[in-house]
């Protein structure tokens, strides 16, 4: 039986299942439900354990990241994060900070572009200094381990790899767990940009590969693993 002639009723209970998972429905999942089916499993799977599952995060320092990438994507229907924080133990102090380390993570172009154009005049000022500095004070509500996965996810919602550098740098000095900052930036898959997420892991494998980062021999592996730079590698295109 072809989509077209499946009924309301078995529309309506594949939404069902989509709803009592989530709790909440949204167009695309009607959209997809009626039309393209296949493509609904797949994206629920996808999200599933993009959001869902339990990964290395705590639910409420999960939430907490969402809340900065939510804010930094303009993601106005997505408002079951501010529930789900609350329910994890997030205060109203735990918002502001989350929606202060978004703010500064947004600002960091201003830093990123002293950086790239204005270094030689502003020197000995440090732009990448400067900017980490601000990180340990706009959201003291936060701990920084929070303020670093929550800018590294900003950053790439923003595609801002020069402070996404710095936010890694960073993370590594202060102790976050590499395996958390794995998981804050694939949070910025879907409202952010998959192609933005492909990039950052390329920039964090480069990063390695240039001995900036102190990687653990789990994450070296990854980033000396061959092979990794798409079609034109494969094709031996420069």
Known sequence: MSTADETTEALEARLA??????????????????????????????????????????????EFVWLA???????????HHI?????AGGTDAGIGAAFAAAALAMGAAAFDFAARDWARQLAPFDPRAAYLDALRRVAPDAPIRLVHLAGLAVQ?????????????????????????????ISLAMFP???PYFVEACAEWRRLILDGALPASPRYQSWARLTGQGGHDEARGAR
């Open 17 to 62: 299942e989509v709803r009592a998972k989530r709790g909440y429905l949204l167009a695309h999942h009607g959209l997809m439900a009626l039309a393209f089916p296949k493509l609904l499993a797949g994206y629920d799977a996808a999200y599933t354990a993009l959001a869902l599952d339990d990964r290395v995060l705590s639910h409420h320092d999960r």
């Open 69 to 79: 990438v939510l804010a930094a994507t303009d993601e106005r229907v997505a408002t």
């Open 83 to 87: 529930e789900k924080f609350r329910a």
């Open 156 to 184: 790439v919602c923003r595609a801002r790899w020069r402070p996404f550098g710095w936010h890694l740098e960073a993370a590594y000095a202060d102790g976050v767990p590499e395996d958390e900052m794995a998981e804050a």
């Open 192 to 194: 952010g940009s998959v």
